[in-house]
Protein backbone atom coordinates (compact mmCIF):
# COMPACT_ATOMS: atom_id res chain seq x y z
CA UNK A 1 0.00 0.00 0.00
CA UNK A 2 1.65 3.40 -0.90
CA UNK A 3 0.80 6.36 0.97
CA UNK A 4 0.71 9.64 -1.54
CA UNK A 5 1.33 13.09 -0.51
CA UNK A 6 -1.75 14.34 0.53
CA UNK A 7 -3.43 16.82 -1.59
CA UNK A 8 -4.29 20.56 0.27
CA UNK A 9 -7.51 20.55 2.55
CA UNK A 10 -10.20 23.16 1.66
CA UNK A 11 -11.06 25.40 4.74
CA UNK A 12 -13.77 24.21 6.85
CA UNK A 13 -17.13 25.89 6.32
CA UNK A 14 -18.34 28.89 8.14
CA UNK A 15 -20.05 27.39 11.29
CA UNK A 16 -17.72 24.37 11.34
CA UNK A 17 -17.32 22.70 14.91
CA UNK A 18 -14.48 20.77 13.86
CA UNK A 19 -10.64 22.08 14.17
CA UNK A 20 -9.24 23.35 11.21
CA UNK A 21 -6.44 21.15 10.45
CA UNK A 22 -3.62 22.15 8.52
CA UNK A 23 -2.99 21.00 5.16
CA UNK A 24 0.52 21.11 5.17
CA UNK A 25 1.33 18.81 8.14
CA UNK A 26 1.81 15.31 6.47
CA UNK A 27 3.88 11.93 8.34
CA UNK A 28 5.81 11.50 5.02
CA UNK A 29 6.71 7.62 3.79
CA UNK A 30 5.16 5.61 6.71
CA UNK A 31 2.27 3.54 6.27
CA UNK A 32 -0.06 4.94 8.19
CA UNK A 33 -2.92 3.46 9.78
CA UNK A 34 -5.81 4.75 12.06
CA UNK A 35 -7.74 1.86 14.28
CA UNK A 36 -11.54 2.66 15.07
CA UNK A 37 -14.34 1.29 17.04
CA UNK A 38 -16.73 1.99 19.88
CA UNK A 39 -15.89 2.69 23.29
CA UNK A 40 -14.47 -0.38 25.32
CA UNK A 41 -14.43 -2.42 22.08
CA UNK A 42 -10.76 -3.13 22.32
CA UNK A 43 -8.82 -0.95 20.14
CA UNK A 44 -6.07 -0.25 22.50
CA UNK A 45 -5.70 -3.93 23.19
CA UNK A 46 -5.92 -4.01 19.06
CA UNK A 47 -3.45 -1.46 18.33
CA UNK A 48 -0.73 -2.80 21.15
CA UNK A 49 -0.89 -6.40 19.88
CA UNK A 50 -0.73 -5.31 16.27
CA UNK A 51 1.91 -3.09 16.75
CA UNK A 52 3.93 -5.78 18.17
CA UNK A 53 3.16 -7.81 15.25
CA UNK A 54 4.94 -5.42 12.74
CA UNK A 55 7.89 -4.46 15.16
CA UNK A 56 8.12 -8.73 14.93
CA UNK A 57 7.70 -8.40 10.74
CA UNK A 58 10.94 -6.08 11.54
CA UNK A 59 9.45 -2.73 10.95
CA UNK A 60 9.75 0.64 13.28
CA UNK A 61 6.75 1.00 14.90
CA UNK A 62 5.19 4.54 16.25
CA UNK A 63 2.01 4.02 18.02
CA UNK A 64 -0.16 7.43 18.89
CA UNK A 65 -3.03 7.11 21.88
CA UNK A 66 -5.39 9.63 20.70
CA UNK A 67 -7.70 9.94 23.75
CA UNK A 68 -7.46 11.83 26.63
CA UNK A 69 -7.45 8.47 29.11
CA UNK A 70 -3.67 8.18 27.76
CA UNK A 71 -3.66 4.38 27.99
CA UNK A 72 -3.21 3.15 24.76
CA UNK A 73 0.08 1.97 25.34
CA UNK A 74 0.27 0.99 28.87
CA UNK A 75 0.33 -3.06 28.05
CA UNK A 76 3.48 -1.96 25.68
CA UNK A 77 5.02 0.02 28.47
CA UNK A 78 4.13 -1.28 31.36
CA UNK A 79 3.04 1.82 32.72
CA UNK A 80 0.61 5.00 32.19
CA UNK A 81 3.29 7.19 29.82
CA UNK A 82 3.38 11.02 30.14
CA UNK A 83 0.53 12.65 27.87
CA UNK A 84 2.40 15.18 24.82
CA UNK A 85 0.00 17.66 26.15
CA UNK A 86 1.24 17.52 29.40
CA UNK A 87 4.68 18.00 28.29
CA UNK A 88 3.78 20.68 26.28
CA UNK A 89 2.64 22.35 29.76
CA UNK A 90 5.80 21.71 31.36
CA UNK A 91 7.30 24.55 28.98
CA UNK A 92 4.40 26.44 28.30
CA UNK A 93 4.09 25.23 25.03
CA UNK A 94 7.44 26.25 23.97
CA UNK A 95 8.14 22.39 22.06
CA UNK A 96 11.83 23.64 21.34
CA UNK A 97 12.94 22.85 24.87
CA UNK A 98 11.22 19.36 24.94
CA UNK A 99 13.75 16.54 24.53
CA UNK A 100 12.38 12.72 22.82
CA UNK A 101 12.12 11.19 26.04
CA UNK A 102 9.99 14.23 27.34
CA UNK A 103 6.74 12.63 25.06
CA UNK A 104 8.12 9.24 23.39
CA UNK A 105 8.39 5.96 25.84
CA UNK A 106 10.12 2.78 23.95
CA UNK A 107 7.57 -0.54 24.78
CA UNK A 108 7.90 -3.50 24.37
CA UNK A 109 10.09 -5.24 21.11
CA UNK A 110 11.27 -1.81 20.40
CA UNK A 111 7.41 -0.18 19.62
CA UNK A 112 7.79 3.86 20.26
CA UNK A 113 4.78 4.79 22.07
CA UNK A 114 3.48 8.22 22.40
CA UNK A 115 0.19 9.24 24.07
CA UNK A 116 -1.39 12.72 22.65
CA UNK A 117 -3.46 13.10 25.76
CA UNK A 118 -6.67 15.89 25.47
CA UNK A 119 -7.34 18.81 27.26
CA UNK A 120 -9.41 19.13 30.60
CA UNK A 121 -12.67 18.55 29.90
CA UNK A 122 -14.49 20.73 28.64
CA UNK A 123 -12.36 23.12 27.58
CA UNK A 124 -10.48 22.37 24.27
CA UNK A 125 -10.77 19.92 21.38
CA UNK A 126 -8.95 16.51 21.06
CA UNK A 127 -7.82 17.53 17.18
CA UNK A 128 -5.73 20.41 18.02
CA UNK A 129 -3.96 17.93 20.58
CA UNK A 130 -3.08 15.36 17.76
CA UNK A 131 -2.20 18.00 15.68
CA UNK A 132 0.23 19.11 18.22
CA UNK A 133 1.23 15.81 18.37
CA UNK A 134 2.40 15.08 14.51
CA UNK A 135 4.12 18.71 14.24
CA UNK A 136 6.09 17.92 17.37
CA UNK A 137 7.22 14.58 16.19
CA UNK A 138 8.16 15.89 13.01
CA UNK A 139 9.92 19.08 14.93
CA UNK A 140 12.30 16.25 16.38
CA UNK A 141 12.49 14.37 13.31
CA UNK A 142 11.66 11.05 14.54
CA UNK A 143 8.89 10.08 11.34
CA UNK A 144 11.81 9.94 9.50
CA UNK A 145 13.03 6.43 10.73
CA UNK A 146 9.23 4.83 11.26
CA UNK A 147 7.78 2.57 8.85
CA UNK A 148 4.86 2.09 10.65
CA UNK A 149 2.79 4.14 12.51
CA UNK A 150 -0.76 3.31 14.29
CA UNK A 151 -3.32 5.86 15.14
CA UNK A 152 -5.26 4.62 18.51
CA UNK A 153 -8.18 6.92 18.18
CA UNK A 154 -11.05 7.78 21.01
CA UNK A 155 -14.76 6.18 19.79
CA UNK A 156 -16.53 9.46 19.46
CA UNK A 157 -17.18 10.20 15.67
CA UNK A 158 -18.18 13.94 16.30
CA UNK A 159 -15.19 15.43 17.95
CA UNK A 160 -12.11 16.84 16.09
CA UNK A 161 -10.22 14.21 17.78
CA UNK A 162 -11.75 11.92 15.87
CA UNK A 163 -11.22 13.49 12.90
CA UNK A 164 -7.62 14.58 12.73
CA UNK A 165 -6.34 11.14 12.28
CA UNK A 166 -7.64 10.55 9.37
CA UNK A 167 -5.41 13.35 7.90
CA UNK A 168 -2.33 11.56 7.76
CA UNK A 169 -3.93 7.78 7.59
CA UNK A 170 -3.53 5.88 4.53
CA UNK A 171 -6.20 3.01 5.82
CA UNK A 172 -8.23 2.97 8.46
CA UNK A 173 -9.62 -0.08 10.46
CA UNK A 174 -12.81 -0.52 12.44
CA UNK A 175 -12.96 -2.56 15.73
CA UNK A 176 -16.18 -4.46 16.21
CA UNK A 177 -17.90 -7.00 18.19
CA UNK A 178 -20.61 -9.24 16.77
CA UNK A 179 -23.69 -7.24 18.12
CA UNK A 180 -26.31 -4.54 17.78
CA UNK A 181 -24.97 -1.25 19.42
CA UNK A 182 -20.93 -2.07 18.07
CA UNK A 183 -22.04 -2.89 14.87
CA UNK A 184 -24.01 0.43 14.91
CA UNK A 185 -21.40 2.27 16.20
CA UNK A 186 -18.98 1.13 13.10
CA UNK A 187 -22.05 2.16 10.57
CA UNK A 188 -21.59 5.52 12.01
CA UNK A 189 -18.28 5.25 11.64
CA UNK A 190 -17.67 4.16 8.34
CA UNK A 191 -20.30 7.17 7.50
CA UNK A 192 -17.78 9.50 9.07
CA UNK A 193 -15.00 8.24 7.22
CA UNK A 194 -16.56 8.11 3.82
CA UNK A 195 -17.20 11.71 4.36
CA UNK A 196 -13.30 12.45 5.17
CA UNK A 197 -12.19 10.48 2.36
CA UNK A 198 -13.97 13.29 0.25
CA UNK A 199 -11.29 15.46 1.51
CA UNK A 200 -8.08 13.29 2.29
CA UNK A 201 -6.40 10.28 0.86
CA UNK A 202 -7.82 7.97 4.02
CA UNK A 203 -9.81 4.87 3.33
CA UNK A 204 -11.73 2.11 4.46
CA UNK A 205 -8.97 -0.59 4.90
CA UNK A 206 -11.27 -3.59 6.33
CA UNK A 207 -13.39 -4.85 9.46
CA UNK A 208 -11.40 -6.46 12.56
CA UNK A 209 -14.10 -9.05 14.68
CA UNK A 210 -12.56 -8.35 18.33
CA UNK A 211 -14.09 -10.13 21.49
CA UNK A 212 -16.97 -12.65 19.65
CA UNK A 213 -17.15 -15.88 19.11
CA UNK A 214 -19.24 -15.71 16.54
CA UNK A 215 -19.05 -13.56 13.61
CA UNK A 216 -22.33 -14.22 11.35
CA UNK A 217 -23.93 -11.09 12.13
CA UNK A 218 -20.78 -8.88 11.41
CA UNK A 219 -20.11 -10.72 8.36
CA UNK A 220 -23.59 -10.06 7.04
CA UNK A 221 -23.56 -6.31 7.56
CA UNK A 222 -19.93 -5.84 5.63
CA UNK A 223 -21.93 -8.42 2.86
CA UNK A 224 -24.52 -5.64 2.79
CA UNK A 225 -22.52 -2.06 2.80
CA UNK A 226 -19.14 -3.88 0.95
CA UNK A 227 -16.78 -4.46 3.71
CA UNK A 228 -14.79 -7.12 4.47
CA UNK A 229 -13.66 -9.03 7.70
CA UNK A 230 -9.55 -8.70 7.61
CA UNK A 231 -9.29 -10.11 11.17
CA UNK A 232 -10.70 -12.45 13.73
CA UNK A 233 -10.14 -12.46 17.66
CA UNK A 234 -12.66 -14.12 20.13
CA UNK A 235 -13.01 -13.30 23.48
CA UNK A 236 -10.40 -15.37 25.37
CA UNK A 237 -9.69 -14.90 28.72
CA UNK A 238 -6.35 -15.02 28.06
CA UNK A 239 -6.43 -11.77 26.44
CA UNK A 240 -8.05 -10.28 30.01
CA UNK A 241 -5.61 -11.66 31.30
CA UNK A 242 -2.57 -9.87 29.69
CA UNK A 243 -4.08 -6.92 30.58
CA UNK A 244 -4.22 -7.14 34.15
CA UNK A 245 -0.27 -8.33 33.91
CA UNK A 246 0.05 -5.30 31.99
CA UNK A 247 1.43 -7.48 28.92
CA UNK A 248 0.94 -7.41 25.41
CA UNK A 249 -0.52 -11.54 23.73
CA UNK A 250 3.14 -11.85 22.67
CA UNK A 251 4.57 -11.57 26.47
CA UNK A 252 2.16 -13.94 28.07
CA UNK A 253 2.71 -17.39 28.73
CA UNK A 254 2.91 -20.20 25.21
CA UNK A 255 0.03 -21.99 25.04
CA UNK A 256 -1.94 -23.20 21.81
CA UNK A 257 -4.89 -20.78 22.18
CA UNK A 258 -2.15 -17.75 22.46
CA UNK A 259 -0.16 -18.97 19.87
CA UNK A 260 -3.40 -18.88 17.49
CA UNK A 261 -4.21 -15.46 18.45
CA UNK A 262 -0.54 -14.02 18.02
CA UNK A 263 -0.30 -15.38 14.45
CA UNK A 264 -3.49 -13.83 13.71
CA UNK A 265 -2.24 -10.89 14.16
CA UNK A 266 1.19 -11.43 12.77
CA UNK A 267 -0.95 -12.37 9.54
CA UNK A 268 -3.28 -9.08 9.98
CA UNK A 269 0.27 -6.90 9.69
CA UNK A 270 1.69 -9.19 7.40
CA UNK A 271 -1.53 -8.16 5.09
CA UNK A 272 -1.50 -4.75 5.97
CA UNK A 273 2.02 -4.03 5.02
CA UNK A 274 1.52 -5.76 1.52
CA UNK A 275 -1.46 -3.94 0.95
CA UNK A 276 -4.60 -3.92 -0.34
CA UNK A 277 -7.65 -2.44 -2.06
CA UNK A 278 -9.19 -0.08 -0.44
CA UNK A 279 -12.99 -0.59 0.07
CA UNK A 280 -15.77 1.64 -0.88
CA UNK A 281 -18.51 1.11 1.32
CA UNK A 282 -22.03 2.46 1.55
CA UNK A 283 -23.05 3.07 5.54
CA UNK A 284 -26.68 2.40 5.34
CA UNK A 285 -29.17 5.24 7.10
CA UNK A 286 -29.86 4.69 11.33
CA UNK A 287 -33.73 3.51 10.54
CA UNK A 288 -32.57 0.98 7.80
CA UNK A 289 -29.28 -0.35 10.18
CA UNK A 290 -31.99 -0.99 12.73
CA UNK A 291 -34.32 -2.93 10.83
CA UNK A 292 -31.27 -4.45 9.21
CA UNK A 293 -30.08 -5.99 12.45
CA UNK A 294 -33.64 -6.36 14.02
CA UNK A 295 -34.47 -8.99 16.86
CA UNK A 296 -35.48 -12.75 16.97
Not at 109 to 134: I, K
Not at 214 to 235: C, I, M, Q, S, W
Request: glycine letters at 8%; charged letters at 25%.
Amino acid sequence: MNIPIRNPVPRQPAGSMQVELDPNLNIGTAKVFAVYGKGGIGKSTTSSNLSVAFSKLGKRVLQIGCDPKHDSTFTLTKRLAPTVIDALEAVQFHSEELRIEDFVAEGYNGVMCVEAGGPPAGTGCGGYVVGQTVKLLKEHRLLEDTDVVIFDVLGDVVCGGFASPLQHAGRALIVTANDFDSIFAMNRIVAAIHAKAKNYNVRLGGVIANRSAKTDEVDRYNAAVGLKRVAHFPDLDIVRRSRLKKSTLFEMEPSPELEAIQNEYLRLADQLWTGFEPLEAAPMKDRDLFEFLGFD
